[in-house]
């Protein structure tokens, strides 16, 4: 028994090895898969795209479509943006996002003097519209 436990343990971290490779390999794909789907939604301001004239309304999604400078050396908020938010929500079943438009957002270190504009305090842009499914013309 002594001599059979040493290969129980190595044939244990062995599996466990296999598990923890499955598992990076399944959520590489599901992060491919996310790019790739975020990469084709197309975004305008009005409700008219281009080459697609029919499509359904998913609903409403919102997101940080503009960051200060700083921001991009933070790898914490990688996915965090508008395209990736209607993702978030409604999969990818989402083609396009109508009806854009956004509002700047001041930082909760701001000193809430209510300063609303891009430039006179800390903060960044939120996009807001409508996340739409592409049919069949």
């Given amino acids: 028994m ?9 044939l244990a ?23 790739a ?21 998913l609903g409403k999604t919102q997101g940080v479509c503009v960051r200060a400078a700083w ?15 209607a ?4 999969g990818d079943k989402v083609d396009a996002i109508i009806r854009v438009n956004s509002f700047f957002v001041v930082d909760n270190q701001s000193n809430g003097n209510g300063m609303s504009q891009p430039g006179s305090a800390a903060g960044h ?5 409508i996340a739409v499914h592409f049919e069949p013309n």
């Avoid at 002594?2 to 190595?10: D, N, Q, T």
């Avoid at 971290?13 to 790019?35: F, L, P, S, W």
């Avoid at 921001?71 to 508008?82: A, E, K, L, M």
């Avoid at 993702?87 to 409604?90: G, L, T, V």
Wanted: net charge negative; with cysteine; glycine share 6%.
């Fill in 2 to 10: 002594k001599r059979l436990m040493p290969i129980i343990v190595a």
């Fill in 13 to 35: 971290a062995i599996t466990g090895c296999a598990d923890v490779k499955q598992e990076d390999a399944a959520i590489k794909a599901r992060n491919d898969a996310e790019q």
């Fill in 37 to 57: 789907a975020v990469k084709r939604i197309v975004v305008v301001e009005g409700d008219q795209i281009p080459g697609h004239p029919k499509y359904t309304e």
């Fill in 71 to 85: 921001y991009d050396d933070d790898s914490s908020i990688d996915r965090i943006g508008f395209k990736h938010a």
């Fill in 87 to 90: 993702y978030d929500k409604y």
């Fill in 125 to 129: 842009l939120n996009c807001q519209g």
